[in-house]
Protein backbone atom coordinates (compact mmCIF):
# COMPACT_ATOMS: atom_id res chain seq x y z
CA UNK A 1 0.00 0.00 0.00
CA UNK A 2 2.62 2.66 1.04
CA UNK A 3 4.12 1.58 -2.82
CA UNK A 4 0.77 2.38 -4.12
CA UNK A 5 0.52 5.53 -2.31
CA UNK A 6 4.36 6.94 -3.83
CA UNK A 7 3.34 5.98 -7.20
CA UNK A 8 0.16 7.58 -7.09
CA UNK A 9 2.35 10.68 -5.39
CA UNK A 10 4.93 10.73 -8.31
CA UNK A 11 2.39 10.60 -10.57
CA UNK A 12 0.41 13.33 -10.09
CA UNK A 13 -0.32 16.03 -13.20
CA UNK A 14 -0.16 19.70 -12.40
CA UNK A 15 -3.54 20.00 -14.50
CA UNK A 16 -1.75 22.19 -17.53
CA UNK A 17 -2.71 20.65 -20.89
CA UNK A 18 0.56 19.71 -22.49
CA UNK A 19 1.54 20.79 -26.57
CA UNK A 20 3.64 17.47 -27.37
CA UNK A 21 6.11 18.48 -30.64
CA UNK A 22 6.28 16.10 -33.15
CA UNK A 23 8.84 15.21 -35.70
CA UNK A 24 7.81 13.17 -38.62
CA UNK A 25 10.87 12.30 -41.40
CA UNK A 26 9.20 10.78 -44.25
CA UNK A 27 10.41 11.70 -48.07
CA UNK A 28 6.97 10.52 -49.17
CA UNK A 29 4.62 13.63 -49.14
CA UNK A 30 1.60 12.16 -49.63
CA UNK A 31 2.05 9.83 -46.31
CA UNK A 32 3.26 12.64 -44.01
CA UNK A 33 0.39 14.90 -44.99
CA UNK A 34 -1.81 11.79 -44.12
CA UNK A 35 0.22 11.36 -40.60
CA UNK A 36 0.04 15.03 -39.99
CA UNK A 37 -3.37 15.07 -40.33
CA UNK A 38 -4.17 11.79 -38.26
CA UNK A 39 -2.21 13.39 -35.56
CA UNK A 40 -3.54 16.57 -35.12
CA UNK A 41 -6.23 15.71 -33.10
CA UNK A 42 -7.19 17.84 -30.24
CA UNK A 43 -9.42 15.34 -28.76
CA UNK A 44 -6.60 13.05 -28.03
CA UNK A 45 -3.81 15.36 -27.42
CA UNK A 46 -2.36 18.59 -28.84
CA UNK A 47 0.70 18.84 -30.58
CA UNK A 48 3.34 20.79 -33.30
CA UNK A 49 4.29 18.92 -36.19
CA UNK A 50 7.39 19.31 -37.72
CA UNK A 51 8.13 17.48 -41.24
CA UNK A 52 11.31 16.86 -42.83
CA UNK A 53 12.26 14.59 -46.16
CA UNK A 54 15.27 12.79 -44.78
CA UNK A 55 17.50 11.74 -42.09
CA UNK A 56 19.97 14.57 -42.18
CA UNK A 57 17.15 16.94 -42.32
CA UNK A 58 16.06 14.90 -39.13
CA UNK A 59 19.56 15.47 -37.38
CA UNK A 60 19.83 19.05 -38.31
CA UNK A 61 15.71 19.58 -36.60
CA UNK A 62 16.67 17.75 -33.22
CA UNK A 63 20.05 20.08 -32.80
CA UNK A 64 17.89 22.98 -32.57
CA UNK A 65 14.39 21.55 -31.25
CA UNK A 66 13.03 19.63 -28.22
CA UNK A 67 10.65 16.89 -29.58
CA UNK A 68 8.70 14.69 -27.46
CA UNK A 69 7.97 12.56 -30.24
CA UNK A 70 9.88 11.64 -34.00
CA UNK A 71 8.27 9.54 -35.78
CA UNK A 72 10.55 8.38 -39.09
CA UNK A 73 9.94 6.05 -42.09
CA UNK A 74 11.43 2.81 -42.34
CA UNK A 75 13.40 2.94 -46.23
CA UNK A 76 14.99 6.75 -46.59
CA UNK A 77 17.21 8.15 -49.21
CA UNK A 78 20.24 8.48 -47.10
CA UNK A 79 19.69 5.79 -44.30
CA UNK A 80 17.88 3.62 -42.58
CA UNK A 81 14.97 4.58 -40.64
CA UNK A 82 16.43 1.91 -37.70
CA UNK A 83 20.00 3.55 -37.71
CA UNK A 84 18.70 6.71 -37.41
CA UNK A 85 16.22 5.80 -34.56
CA UNK A 86 19.22 4.34 -33.35
CA UNK A 87 21.04 7.61 -33.02
CA UNK A 88 17.72 9.73 -31.79
CA UNK A 89 17.59 6.77 -28.92
CA UNK A 90 21.58 6.80 -27.97
CA UNK A 91 21.31 11.21 -28.08
CA UNK A 92 18.13 10.81 -26.19
CA UNK A 93 17.81 7.82 -24.29
CA UNK A 94 14.93 8.61 -22.51
CA UNK A 95 13.23 11.60 -23.77
CA UNK A 96 11.80 11.49 -26.89
CA UNK A 97 9.16 8.64 -28.55
CA UNK A 98 10.50 6.83 -31.33
CA UNK A 99 7.99 5.05 -33.95
CA UNK A 100 8.99 3.59 -37.06
CA UNK A 101 7.10 4.00 -40.32
CA UNK A 102 7.04 0.30 -41.81
CA UNK A 103 5.61 -0.83 -45.07
CA UNK A 104 3.65 -4.48 -44.81
CA UNK A 105 6.21 -7.24 -44.71
CA UNK A 106 8.58 -4.96 -42.33
CA UNK A 107 7.27 -6.44 -39.18
CA UNK A 108 10.19 -8.40 -38.01
CA UNK A 109 12.70 -6.00 -38.42
CA UNK A 110 10.53 -3.41 -36.74
CA UNK A 111 9.74 -5.87 -33.46
CA UNK A 112 13.69 -6.46 -33.42
CA UNK A 113 13.91 -3.05 -32.89
CA UNK A 114 11.53 -2.68 -30.57
CA UNK A 115 13.24 -5.60 -28.21
CA UNK A 116 17.01 -3.76 -28.80
CA UNK A 117 14.97 -0.65 -26.94
CA UNK A 118 15.35 1.57 -30.56
CA UNK A 119 12.01 2.25 -30.77
CA UNK A 120 8.85 2.11 -28.70
CA UNK A 121 6.36 1.02 -31.31
CA UNK A 122 5.98 0.67 -35.10
CA UNK A 123 2.80 2.09 -37.34
CA UNK A 124 2.15 -0.20 -39.89
CA UNK A 125 0.83 1.19 -43.62
CA UNK A 126 -1.55 0.85 -44.63
CA UNK A 127 -2.98 1.62 -41.11
CA UNK A 128 -5.94 2.72 -39.75
CA UNK A 129 -6.47 6.21 -38.64
CA UNK A 130 -7.97 5.62 -35.14
CA UNK A 131 -5.49 2.93 -34.27
CA UNK A 132 -2.28 5.35 -35.13
CA UNK A 133 -4.23 7.92 -32.74
CA UNK A 134 -5.06 5.42 -29.89
CA UNK A 135 -0.85 3.85 -30.18
CA UNK A 136 0.77 7.42 -30.08
CA UNK A 137 -2.19 8.47 -27.68
CA UNK A 138 -0.68 5.49 -24.98
CA UNK A 139 2.36 6.22 -25.80
CA UNK A 140 2.39 9.41 -25.36
CA UNK A 141 0.32 8.57 -21.86
CA UNK A 142 2.87 6.82 -20.41
CA UNK A 143 5.91 9.17 -20.99
CA UNK A 144 3.93 11.92 -19.40
CA UNK A 145 3.14 9.08 -16.20
CA UNK A 146 6.50 8.52 -15.68
CA UNK A 147 8.17 12.00 -16.68
CA UNK A 148 6.63 12.29 -12.68
CA UNK A 149 7.69 8.99 -11.85
CA UNK A 150 11.50 9.50 -12.11
CA UNK A 151 12.69 10.88 -9.48
CA UNK A 152 12.19 8.91 -6.34
CA UNK A 153 11.66 10.39 -3.03
CA UNK A 154 13.17 7.73 -0.63
CA UNK A 155 14.74 7.82 3.37
CA UNK A 156 17.33 5.10 2.65
CA UNK A 157 19.05 2.64 0.44
CA UNK A 158 16.74 -0.10 1.50
CA UNK A 159 13.91 1.83 0.85
CA UNK A 160 15.31 2.88 -2.78
CA UNK A 161 16.27 -0.97 -3.43
CA UNK A 162 12.49 -1.96 -2.71
CA UNK A 163 11.16 1.00 -4.70
CA UNK A 164 13.16 -0.71 -7.80
CA UNK A 165 11.96 -3.69 -7.22
CA UNK A 166 8.21 -3.03 -6.95
CA UNK A 167 8.29 -1.14 -10.48
CA UNK A 168 10.48 -4.02 -12.17
CA UNK A 169 7.57 -6.19 -10.76
CA UNK A 170 5.17 -3.93 -12.18
CA UNK A 171 7.20 -4.16 -15.95
CA UNK A 172 5.70 -6.50 -18.73
CA UNK A 173 8.18 -8.36 -21.25
CA UNK A 174 4.38 -9.65 -23.47
CA UNK A 175 6.33 -12.31 -25.69
CA UNK A 176 5.35 -10.01 -28.57
CA UNK A 177 8.06 -7.34 -29.05
CA UNK A 178 6.41 -4.80 -26.40
CA UNK A 179 9.56 -4.49 -23.86
CA UNK A 180 8.72 -1.99 -20.81
CA UNK A 181 12.36 0.24 -20.79
CA UNK A 182 11.96 2.82 -17.22
CA UNK A 183 14.29 4.89 -16.02
CA UNK A 184 13.93 6.02 -11.91
CA UNK A 185 15.86 8.82 -10.45
CA UNK A 186 17.54 8.21 -6.96
CA UNK A 187 19.45 10.72 -4.55
CA UNK A 188 21.74 9.81 -1.81
CA UNK A 189 23.42 12.22 0.91
CA UNK A 190 27.02 10.59 1.11
CA UNK A 191 29.39 8.30 -0.55
CA UNK A 192 28.89 5.69 1.23
CA UNK A 193 25.21 5.50 0.63
CA UNK A 194 25.58 5.93 -3.35
CA UNK A 195 28.56 2.84 -2.37
CA UNK A 196 25.97 0.53 -0.82
CA UNK A 197 23.53 0.92 -3.30
CA UNK A 198 25.39 0.33 -6.55
CA UNK A 199 26.91 -2.89 -4.78
CA UNK A 200 22.87 -4.18 -4.46
CA UNK A 201 21.84 -3.09 -7.91
CA UNK A 202 25.40 -5.76 -8.77
CA UNK A 203 23.08 -8.53 -7.13
CA UNK A 204 20.06 -7.51 -9.19
CA UNK A 205 18.97 -9.14 -12.71
CA UNK A 206 18.24 -6.53 -15.32
CA UNK A 207 19.05 -3.03 -13.65
CA UNK A 208 21.90 -0.82 -14.17
CA UNK A 209 23.35 2.58 -13.24
CA UNK A 210 22.58 4.70 -16.57
CA UNK A 211 24.82 8.03 -14.76
CA UNK A 212 25.59 9.87 -11.61
CA UNK A 213 26.09 13.26 -10.79
CA UNK A 214 27.27 14.81 -8.07
CA UNK A 215 25.83 17.77 -6.68
CA UNK A 216 27.45 19.97 -3.38
CA UNK A 217 28.09 15.99 -2.18
CA UNK A 218 24.59 15.13 -3.03
CA UNK A 219 25.05 11.78 -5.33
CA UNK A 220 21.87 11.67 -7.94
CA UNK A 221 22.05 8.30 -9.58
CA UNK A 222 19.77 7.05 -12.58
CA UNK A 223 18.82 3.57 -12.77
CA UNK A 224 17.48 1.62 -15.73
CA UNK A 225 15.47 -1.12 -15.61
CA UNK A 226 13.75 -3.69 -17.55
CA UNK A 227 11.48 -6.45 -16.58
CA UNK A 228 13.21 -9.83 -14.89
CA UNK A 229 12.09 -11.85 -17.86
CA UNK A 230 14.22 -10.04 -20.43
CA UNK A 231 17.33 -11.79 -21.85
CA UNK A 232 19.23 -8.73 -22.77
CA UNK A 233 19.23 -5.16 -22.25
CA UNK A 234 20.69 -2.47 -24.39
Not at 45 to 73: H, M, P, Y
Request: net charge negative.
Amino acid sequence: MEKEAQMNKNSQRNGKDKIYNMLIVEDDFEISDQLERILKNPKRFDCKITTVRSGKEGFECLKDNNFDVVLSEFEMPDMDGIDFLKRVENEHPTDIMRFLIIDEGDTDRAKEAIKDGIIHQYIENPWDSEEVKLTVCEKLKRKETREFEKRMDVSDVSEAINTIEYFQEKMTDDGEGSIDKEKLIFEFDSSSEFNKFSFELKRMKNIRILDVHVFENKYVVNVGLYPKSYDKIK
